[in-house]
C-alpha cells in the first residue's frame, strides 16, 4: 500500500521535530502560491480563481500520492501557453468563461490518464525524448512568446492577434497609437523591476510576496482604479465543488493532442527538478512513480475546476529554503488559500492586473536559458542549430507545435548520429598500448596489406549503406588492402538489412580478394550473426575475439611489420 500511496509512509515516519519548520513553509510557501495562482490561470486563458483552485486540489493529492518529500506541484508557467493554445480554440467566439474552464479542467483529466497508463506501463523514459539543446530552445521560444504576450496586459491594453510576429505587430502599434494607460505601464514595469531586482540581490526577501503587498497598498493611495489600472477584483467565495467537465465528443481529439504534448513537458520538468533536488537531500528519482503522482495531482485538479500542472522549481526552492521537511507544507498551503477563499475572497481585490502580468514575465524570464544557447554554441554547432531550431518552431509555429518540434528534433539527432556514425581508421601507436585512432594520432603505425576500420554505431538500415560505401572506398585503395579488419566492438547490433549488406560486401571483397574480418564482436551480436547464417559466407576463422588477435594473425600469415602511413592513407578531415 505504502508504495501506491507514499504519502503512508510519510505519516509513519514522520518525526514531530519537522512540524514548527513545516508550518512556517507552508505560510511562505502560500505568499508565492496565491498571487502565481492567478497569474498563471490568467495566462492560460482562464479566470484567476481556477488557479486558487488548482493549487489547493494539486498540493493535496501530490501530499497524499506523490513521492518526493518536498517537491511542489502547481499552476505553471511553462504549461500555461500550452493549455490556451490548446483550449482558446475551441472556446465559442464571446469566449464563454464556463466553457474554458470545463475544456481546461478536461484537459488536466486527459493528462491524468496519460501519466497513469504511462506509470504502469513503466514509460518513466519518456522524459528523456527532448534532448536537453531542444528543450532549451523551447524554453527560450516559450518565453519570448510568454513576454510578447503580456506586454499589453502588462501596458494597460489589450490585442487580437495571433502568433507572435502578428503580436509584436500589434503591440507596436499599440503602443504608438497612444493606447498604453500611464498607470499601468508605471505599476507594471515598476512590478517587473521591483522582482528582478529583490530576486537578484535579496534572495531571502519573497520577491512576489513584497510586490504584490505594495501594489495593493498602492491603489488606494494613488487612486489607481481612477487611472485606469483594471484590477483583479473580489474572487468568488467558497470551495469549488467536484465536477465532472462537460465537453464535445468534436473537443475531444485536439484536447487529447494538447494533452499529450503537455504530459511530455511536465513529466520532463518534474524529473529534472525532481533529481535536482533528490540529490541535496539523498533521496532516489523514480520516474514512474513522479508519473502516478503527477497523474493524481491532474485528476484532483481536473475534477474540481482546475487545469493541468506541473513541478515548480522555484516554489519547491522557497519551500526547501523556508525549511520544509515533508509534504506537510504543501498541505498547510492548501489550507491556508481554502480559508482564504472561504473566508476572505476580497483579499486581493485591489491587486492591479498588469502585476499580475509582471509575475508572469519575470518566471518567463526566469525560463530562458541564454548562457546554455551560448554554452552550445561555444561546444558545438550542431546542437546549438537543434536549439534554434525548437527555438523558432514555438516562436513562430505556436506551442504545441513547437513542442512536437523539440521532440521530433531530438530523436532525428539521435538518428543522425547513427545514420552518419564516426568512423576512422586505427593504428599501432609506439609505447601505447592498444591501436588507436590515426586523426588523434598522426605519427601511428600501420601494416601494409592491413586496414584496421572502426565503425561507431550499430549496423542497421540507416547506416548501412554508408558502412558499406566507406568499406568499398578502403578495398578500392592502391595497392588494394588484403584484410580490412572490422574493429566491432562499438557496433551493438546488426540489423536484417545490415547483414543482407554484409553478405553481398563480402562476396564482392572476396571477388578482389580482399577479406572482410570482424573483431571483438559482442557475444549478443556475434549470436544474432549466427542466426542470419552470415557463417555460410563469411569465414568462420575471420571472426577474432580482439583486435590484437586479427593483427596477430595477419602478421603470421603475411610477416608484415609496422611502417608509417602514407597521407593518402590518413583519414580526411573530421567527423
Not at 465543488?241 to 468534436?250: D, E, I, K, Q, Y
Not at 578500392?476 to 547490433?493: L, M
Request: hydrophobic residues 55%; proline residues 6%; contains cysteine.
Amino acid at each position: 500500500m505504502a508504495q501506491w500511496i507514499p504519502g503512508l509512509q510519510q505519516v509513519r515516519t514522520y518525526q514531530r521535530r519537522w512540524l514548527a519548520k513545516d508550518l512556517v513553509a507552508g505560510v511562505v510557501l502560500t505568499t508565492l502560491l496565491v498571487p502565481q495562482g492567478m497569474a498563471y490561470a490568467e495566462l492560460a486563458g482562464l479566470p484567476a480563481i481556477t488557479g486558487l483552485y488548482t493549487s489547493i486540489l494539486c498540493l493535496l493529492a501530490y501530499a497524499v500520492f506523490g513521492p518526493s518529500r518536498i517537491l511542489v506541484l502547481g499552476p505553471d508557467s511553462s504549461l500555461g501557453p500550452m493549455i490556451a493554445a490548446t483550449v482558446l480554440p475551441l472556446v465559442a467566439a464571446n469566449g464563454d468563461p464556463a466553457r474554458a474552464v470545463a475544456l481546461a479542467s478536461m484537459l488536466a483529466i486527459m493528462v491524468a490518464v496519460i501519466m497513469l497508463v504511462a506509470a504502469v506501463a513503466k514509460l518513466g523514459f519518456i522524459a528523456d525524448l527532448i534532448s536537453k539543446p531542444t528543450m532549451i530552445g523551447y524554453l527560450n521560444g516559450l518565453a519570448l512568446t510568454i513576454v510578447v504576450g503580456q506586454l499589453p496586459k502588462l501596458c494597460g491594453f489589450s490585442v487580437d492577434a495571433e502568433g507572435l510576429l502578428a503580436e509584436i505587430g500589434a503591440v507596436a502599434r499599440g503602443i504608438a497609437g497612444g493606447e498604453v494607460v500611464g498607470a499601468a505601464a508605471a505599476v507594471g514595469l515598476c512590478g517587473v523591476a521591483a522582482i528582478l531586482v529583490l530576486q537578484r540581490w535579496v534572495r531571502k526577501v519573497p520577491a512576489v510576496l513584497v510586490v504584490v503587498v505594495l501594489a495593493i497598498a498602492a491603489v488606494p493611495l494613488f487612486d489607481l482604479g481612477a487611472r485606469g489600472v483594471q484590477l483583479v477584483g473580489v474572487l468568488p467565495a467558497g470551495f469549488p465543488p467536484l465536477t465532472l467537465p462537460h465537453v464535445g465528443l468534436a473537443d475531444l481529439a485536439p484536447l487529447f493532442a494538447g494533452a499529450a504534448g503537455i504530459a511530455v513537458v511536465s513529466l520532463a520538468d518534474t524529473i529534472s527538478t525532481a533529481s535536482a533536488f533528490a540529490a541535496r537531500t539523498g533521496q532516489e528519482v523514480q520516474g514512474n512513480r513522479e508519473m502516478a503522482g503527477i497523474g493524481v495531482a491532474n485528476l484532483a485538479a481536473g475534477l474540481f475546476q482546475g487545469f493541468p500542472v506541473s513541478t515548480s522549481g522555484s516554489r519547491t526552492a522557497v519551500a526547501q529554503q523556508a525549511g520544509a521537511r515533508t509534504q506537510l507544507t504543501g498541505v498547510v498551503g492548501a489550507v491556508l488559500i481554502t480559508v482564504m477563499i472561504v473566508l476572505v475572497p476580497g483579499l486581493f481585490r485591489n491587486l492591479p492586473q498588469p502585476v499580475l502580468a509582471a509575475i508572469v514575465i519575470t518566471a518567463a524570464v526566469s525560463l530562458a536559458d541564454v548562457r546554455g544557447t551560448v554554452r552550445l554554441w561555444k561546444q558545438r554547432k550542431t546542437e546549438f542549430l537543434l536549439s534554434i531550431a525548437a527555438l523558432a518552431g514555438v516562436a513562430l509555429l505556436g506551442v504545441l507545435p513547437g513542442i512536437a518540434i523539440a521532440v521530433v528534433l531530438s530523436i532525428l539527432n539521435v538518428f543522425r548520429r547513427s545514420w552518419l556514425p564516426y568512423h576512422t581508421i586505427l593504428g599501432k601507436v609506439p609505447d601505447l598500448p592498444g591501436f588507436h585512432d590515426v586523426r588523434s594520432y598522426p605519427r601511428a603505425l600501420r601494416l601494409p596489406g592491413l586496414v584496421l576500420f572502426r565503425f561507431d554505431a550499430p549496423l542497421m538500415f540507416a547506416n548501412a549503406r554508408t558502412f558499406r560505401d566507406e568499406v568499398r572506398r578502403l578495398a578500392a585503395a592502391t595497392p588494394a588492402p588484403r584484410w580490412i579488419v572490422v574493429a566491432a566492438e562499438p557496433v551493438t547490433d546488426v540489423d536484417t538489412t545490415a547483414a543482407d549488406m554484409l553478405r553481398e560486401l563480402d562476396d564482392e571483397l572476396n571477388a578482389r580478394d580482399t577479406h572482410l574480418v570482424l573483431a571483438e564482436l559482442k557475444d549478443p551480436v556475434r549470436r544474432k550473426i549466427d542466426r542470419y547464417e552470415l557463417t555460410r559466407s563469411l569465414d568462420p576463422a575471420h571472426f577474432y575475439p580482439t583486435v590484437g588477435a586479427a593483427v596477430a594473425a595477419f602478421r603470421r600469415e603475411t610477416s608484415a611489420e609496422w611502417v608509417p602511413f602514407r597521407t593518402d592513407e590518413r583519414p580526411s578531415g573530421k567527423r
